[in-house]
């Protein structure tokens, strides 16, 4: 049971370049979250998910779009990279109905 | 102001008590929690109170939250360096999003 993984753990990108960060999670939860985390300003909730093939916006979803495509797996896309950008991004799940998110390692991006 | 509020540093001695402090003004949470976030690592769940409830104690951590103050504290007793982290205070409904407060960092000394 390897909980909430994130791929990469680490990325540098360029200005306007595009990527995928992928987060998935073994314990058939229900809820998926991206969260970005930036010094000063605790974790800030960027796009959520509360089943396979829907998902919502949450409190800073600009610049970022998300998929749910399978249950396990909840992707936060990139599709032109800023400066802004730069943070480290977390992925978290829960069952529905339940009062407990478990996190991911993280993925920290820089982008140049 | 910001919607939960955390001081941004503490620093005690080995064997004392932390004391961290958390403000919020939004009251219609259901949860409110407490995460620790070691160097280089994810957030960890340490606990978490009802906002039924006034104080909730597992072993080292006590939790006390005054409503009427919209105040909540998490108090580590006999703090070790191992205890050395970022503590996030966060209010939630079940299974709902989280609202996180800046951290607070917490630097134990031998």
């Known amino acids: 049971n390897a909980g909430v993984t994130q ?3 680490f990325r540098v990108l360029k200005t306007g370049q595009s990527m995928t960060l992928l987060c998935a999670q073994d314990m058939n939860h229900e809820y998926m979250y991206w969260y970005r ?3 000063g300003m605790g974790l800030r909730l960027i796009h959520y998910s509360v089943g396979e093939g829907t998902t919502a916006k949450g409190e800073v979803p600009d610049g970022y779009n998300v998929s749910r495509l399978k249950k396990q797996n ?3 896309g990139l599709e032109s990279a800023a400066p802004s950008q730069t943070s480290v991004y977390f992925c978290a799940s829960c069952l529905a109905g339940s009062y407990e998110q478990y996190f991911g390692p993280g993925t920290r991006l820089t982008v140049t | 102001g910001e919607d939960v509020e955390q001081s941004l540093f503490l620093s005690v001695r080995e064997g004392d008590s932390s004391v961290i402090n958390c403000t919020y003004t ?3 949470s259901t949860y409110l929690y407490w995460y620790k976030q070691e160097p280089g690592a994810g957030l960890q769940l340490l606990t ?3 906002s039924n409830m006034d104080m909730k104690q597992d072993q080292r951590l006590t939790v006390l939250l005054n409503k009427k103050d919209k105040h909540l504290s998490l108090r580590i007793a006999d703090t070790q360096t191992g205890d050395s982290a970022i503590y996030f205070c966060a209010r939630g409904n079940q299974g709902g999003k989280l609202i996180f407060g800046q951290g607070t960092e917490l630097s134990v000394k031998p």
């Open chain 1, 7 to 9: 791929t990469p753990k």
């Open chain 2, 48 to 50: 978490y109170i009802f």
């Open chain 1, 37 to 39: 985390q930036d010094p």
């Open chain 1, 74 to 76: 909840f992707l936060l």
């Open chain 2, 26 to 28: 939004d009251s219609s």
